[in-house]
């Protein structure tokens, strides 16, 4: 019997993934200043047992103000170094030894300073220890408060904040690195016209807007070592007339693979507060098969992917290399374990989780209905 496509490795640069599906990075806003807590132990050991080829972390600041919330993950301590170091062991140990894992590396820019999304989302008030926020330019977010525009200085501050988390990626042992360009955080804000209103060298043309992400994604690399992989998560549409498209996504993903880098995550939205999206299954297929047909680097496809046939059918069409999922596996971390039932695939549990499978549970059949 033909194996799944879904089940196939993929090699991605430098590394080579056991199977083609990745754990999106889900924000948990459950850090303390930063530094991992209790809840990313268990969340992450979860992941882990997915038996998912790769595992993404959430988005982690660069630096402090470079977080959403004050509840986000951040690497710009040494104290949040030693607590990721403590999860992430963890969760190796327990993880399929083929698992790779990556970290995506994030700056909020103007939608930083906020209140976590089950307590509103709003922006912080002075009394509750809110930051001024930076973006290329100095317009807000919907109702967010106004950002300060940023200067040289600044860019060279953040661009030496990713640089040196880069560094304490490395240290903590991570297979890949992902760049967060997207979601309208501070690298989308860069990139979109709607965003960027600079006249200089960072702003107006195409070449321009991408001008400093992809000196970051340069100074990122030249630190990495070899073994170590660089992707990035972009938008190949914002929803929005006069945004970026698939267009200037495809163009960014061959200017971002010209730098080292070896795969693009393609997504959506989020940089302008009234877009309308469309959402339902496959809404952002579309645009991850774009840019596929327009370049040469691995591409993955992402929005609402649930049924592993479906997950499987997008990669056996041609439209992603790899696909990844988030609140599908938030709902059912086992997600990957019945799409192997369901397609025919062998995989391996967990030991201590075997019987659990349905080749020694009668009674999966009645847990997992067709």
């Known amino acids: 019997m033909t194996t799944p496509v879904l089940f196939t490795p993929l090699a991605i640069g430098p590394i080579t993934v056991p199977n083609r599906v990745a754990v999106a990075p889900m924000c948990q806003y459950s850090a303390n200043d930063g530094a ?49 170091a403590r999860a992430l062991e963890a969760a190796r140990r327990v993880a399929d030894p083929a698992t790779k ?63 040196q988390a880069a560094v304490r990626s490395a240290r903590l042992g991570f297979d890949v690195i992902e760049l967060h360009a997207a979601h309208g955080y501070l690298l989308h804000q860069f990139l979109s016209p709607l965003s960027n209103r600079r006249t200089d060298d960072y702003g107006g043309s195409l070449e321009n807007r991408m001008r400093f992400p992809l000196e970051i994604a340069r100074a990122i690399k030249a630190i ?30 061959n200017a971002l693979q010209a730098e080292g880098v070896t795969y693009v995550c393609i997504t959506s939205g989020g940089n302008v507060a009234a877009a309308q999206i469309a959402v339902g299954p496959n809404y952002q297929v579309p645009f991850a098969a774009a840019v596929k047909a327009g370049s040469t680097i691995v591409t993955r496809a992402v929005g609402m ?63 997992r209905p067709t």
């Not at 990495?224 to 993903?253: C, F």
């Open 224 to 253: 990495m070592p070899a073994h170590m992989g660089l992707g990035a998560r972009i938008t190949g549409y914002e929803w929005v007339p006069g945004g970026i498209d698939t267009a200037e996504a495809t163009a960014l993903a």
């Open 36 to 84: 991992a807590s209790d809840w990313h132990l268990q969340h992450l050991m979860q992941l882990a047992m997915s038996r998912a080829g790769l595992v993404i972390l959430e988005a982690t600041g660069v630096e402090r103000i470079g977080r959403i919330t004050h509840h986000c993950l951040g690497l710009y301590t040494d104290l949040n170094e030693a607590a990721l």
């Open 305 to 367: 992917i649930a049924d592993p046939q479906q997950a499987n059918d997008i990669i056996a069409s041609g439209q992603a290399d790899q696909v990844a999922l988030a609140r599908a596996l938030l709902d059912n971390p086992h997600w990957f374990w019945h799409a192997a039932e369901k397609l025919g695939a062998t995989i391996s549990y967990p030991p201590q989780y075997e019987r659990a499978s349905a080749k020694l549970w009668p009674g999966a059949a009645l847990a």
């Open 101 to 163: 894992w990556g970290i995506q590396l994030a700056h909020a820019g103007r939608k930083a300073s906020t209140h976590v999304p089950w307590k509103g989302g709003a922006s912080l008030t002075a009394s509750e220890d809110a930051w001024t926020t930076v973006a290329p330019s100095a317009e807000a977010f919907g109702r967010y408060a106004a950002p300060a525009a940023l200067d040289t200085a600044g860019m060279d501050r953040i661009k030496a904040a990713f640089v």
